[in-house]
């Protein structure tokens, strides 16, 4: 072997190597980027669930949920096992917690988040604490804090699942916050073009341990076209409502359906509820009858750009009264609202007079002709006087617990800022009844009152114990239970005030009655009156002198009722009757000649005097006020002993100035004087 081969052998040996460390630095290369991604692989998730990493995540999730708020104190990620948050918080624009729930879970995992970033998955919540609020302008706590996860340009696949959690509801229409803790909400948000579908079941226990549920579904197309399809069932929902000085609670059930949007709407109630009046031992229980209702509407709604409303089929059932409604209510939101409305509500006699009854009225039974009405024009306080409504009913075959009433035509007319109502010209039993009402307005041109003047009267109506028992003993209190009364009366109305909106002004009355040719055998409390006085009940009692009257709220007052007692004297009456029939009366029993026998002696110091016997109780069992009895006759025996002790000095210094002396009472132990001269 020559050198030079040698050496050639050798070259070729020593590069050999050389190429071979190359490739092998390639390959541990390429090895270490390998096992670099295998180890990242194998430590994204507890990089993720990292404290940085979670704060990343949370910034990257921030402009997502503006202006809300999510928080969660641990994320947990792995290749093969859904997404769990741990400490996740949902707030509001205004840091309000809306939804917290220790553990939620996101039905992707990492691989399918990385593989398929548009599909969001399912987050789901299960014993979830939500406070859902609903402010007074409509706008939704919840829908605000989600921000931009609903957002109709969101085009991701993504729904929401909270199950078996507590769900707490605000509203302002509602007397205490809806309590659930059996609540189950889903919330699916997928991508164009399938709408956005959502269910809602919860029931709870309100304060007042009346249990209530609601339960909603529906769909809304946020791409397209914008319509909705939503359905909302509730039992015993409560609802509060004021106005006028009234307030109540409504427990509702029934269900609401709304189509079509984005700017018109066609919605279909039909609803029933029960009332709680609020104080409703101060309201008239003819008001608080009303205890409940139901209705039903084919409403359409529209805003473009106010609200405007058209509804037919409406039907509102009170206790008594079916009112079937159609019409239009156009600008609402705007500055010219207005509405053109009519409609009729047909009465039930039957349930009206039940209702009467349990209002302490007695029996009354009528027939009636359906009401109809019309309004239309502007209801804006500043445009109400070119407001024009009408209002026509019919009622016949009145008795009022036996008292007979003829027939009465009842129309009303508002126009040009006034409202007129026909004159009503019938009949009570026998005699003439006519009212002539007026309607005063507001300044805004509102009914504010009814008032009544003196063509109001009532003519010669016929008295019978009946008509005594039931309207007379309020102005003339002697004629209760009178017997075989005979006679007739009238009466007028000076000045009345019946208030409608005008809250400040209450319930007044002013009139005076007359009677003629009144005859009466005396009920078992005028005969006791009478004899605990000392005096000598007539058979027959009369009635001559006017009365003057006034109805001012619950009470009917009246001075100058005056009953003669014979040639002896009388009972002069005063004071007041309340509806309910409790008695504040003062009865006066003037000292007369007549009464004294016309003992000159008497005369002198008892002819001025009167008897005051204060009564209370009521109609049924009148009694005499004990403690104002005794002040009265207290008072009286100081003026008598006072006036006797002057009358006696006066008659014995007229006596002596006259050349006369009293002369003794023989048997006093005294010698008895010369005679006189």
């Not at 390429?30 to 692989?41: E, F, K, P, R, Y």
């Not at 304060?207 to 791409?223: D, E, M, P, Y």
């Not at 035509?409 to 009949?427: R, S």
């Amino acid at each position: 072997m020559s050198f030079r081969r040698l050496t050639d052998m050798t070259d070729a040996t020593t590069t050999k190597p050389r190429k071979r460390s190359w490739r092998t630095w390639l390959v541990a290369f390429a090895g270490l980027a390998v096992c670099a991604a295998i180890l990242a692989v194998i430590l994204l998730p507890r990089i993720l669930q990292s404290p940085i990493g979670t704060q990343r995540i949370l910034d990257v999730l921030g402009p997502m949920t503006a202006p809300g708020k999510i928080t969660v104190e641990r994320f947990r990620f792995d290749w093969n096992r859904p997404v769990v948050m741990e400490g996740f918080r949902l707030h509001d624009q205004d840091g309000t917690v809306v939804i917290t729930s220790d553990e939620v879970q996101l039905s992707r995992t990492l691989w399918q988040i990385i593989k398929d970033p548009n599909d969001m998955g399912t987050l789901s919540f299960r014993k979830a604490v939500m406070n859902i609020r609903r402010e007074a302008d409509g706008k939704i706590n919840l829908i605000r804090a989600l921000g931009k996860l609903i957002d109709p340009k969101a085009e991701k696949d993504f729904a929401i699942v909270i199950a078996d959690s507590q769900l707490t509801v605000h509203s302002p229409e509602m007397p205490e916050p809806f309590v659930s803790h059996d609540a189950d909400v889903e919330i699916d948000l997928p991508k164009a073009p399938k709408p956005l579908g959502f269910s809602l079941t919860a029931s709870g226990e309100g304060a007042r341990k009346v249990k209530f549920s609601l339960a909603a579904r529906g769909q809304i197309q946020r791409w397209t076209d914008k319509s909705v399809d939503i359905v909302a069932e509730f039992d015993r929902w409560p609802f509060v409502g004021s106005g006028m000085g009234l307030a109540a609670t409504a427990w509702v059930t029934g269900r609401i359906h709304v189509t079509e949007g984005p700017k018109s709407y066609h919605i279909v109630p039909d609803i029933r509820a029960d009332l709680q009046w609020q104080d409703s031992e101060d309201l008239p229980k003819l008001l608080t009858a009303i205890d409940r209702f139901r209705f039903r509407s084919d409403l359409r709604a529209s805003y473009e750009p106010t609200v405007n409303v058209t509804f037919a089929d409406t039907k509102l059932g009170l206790p008594g009264l079916d009112i079937g409604l159609k019409g239009s209510a156009s600008d609402l939101t705007g500055e010219s609202a207005a509405v053109d409305v009519g409609g009729e509500v047909k009465v039930d006699p039957a349930k009206i007079g039940e209702i009467l009854a349990q209002s302490d009225m007695g029996k009354v039974r009528f027939a009636m002709t359906p009401v109809t009405f019309q309004a239309s024009g502007p209801v804006d306080k500043k445009a109400l006087n070119r407001m024009k409504a009408s209002m026509a009913t019919r009622v016949s075959g009145i008795d009022l617990d036996g008292i007979q009433v003829g027939d009465i035509a009842l129309d009303m007319k508002w126009q040009d800022g006034k409202v007129a109502i026909a004159p009503i010209d019938t009949t009570v039993n026998d005699g003439r009844l006519f009212v002539e009402p007026t309607v005063e307005m507001t300044e805004d041109a509102m009914p504010a009152r009814v008032r009544l003047g003196p063509n109001t009267t009532l003519t010669r109506l016929s008295l019978s114990p009946l008509i005594s028992e039931k309207v007379m003993v309020y102005p003339a209190p002697a004629l209760a239970s009178a017997t075989k009364v005979d006679g007739f009366i009238s009466a007028r109305i000076l000045d009345g005030v019946i208030p409608v909106t005008d809250r400040k002004t209450e319930l007044s009355l002013k009139g005076d009655l007359a009677f003629e040719d009144v005859r009466f055998g005396p009920g078992p409390w005028l005969l006791n009156l009478t004899q605990s006085v000392g005096l000598p009940p007539p058979p027959t009692f009369s009635l001559d002198q006017p009365v003057q009257f006034e109805i001012v709220k619950d009470r009917v007052i009246q001075h100058g009722l005056s009953v003669p007692i014979g040639q002896l004297t009388r009972l002069d009456f005063s004071g007041s009757v309340t509806f309910d029939q409790k008695l504040d009366l003062l009865v006066e029993v003037p000292v007369t000649p007549t009464l004294l026998q016309n003992v000159a002696l008497f005369r002198s110091f008892l002819g001025t005097e009167v008897f005051k016997i204060p009564i209370r109780g009521t109609i049924g069992q009148p009694e005499v006020d004990q403690n104002s009895f005794d002040a009265n006759m207290k008072q009286l025996g100081e003026n008598l002993k006072n006036r006797a002790v002057d009358t006696s000095l006066d008659m014995l210094f007229n006596g002596i100035l006259g050349g006369r002396v009293p002369r003794f009472i023989p048997g006093s132990g005294r010698a008895e004087p010369p005679p006189q001269p």
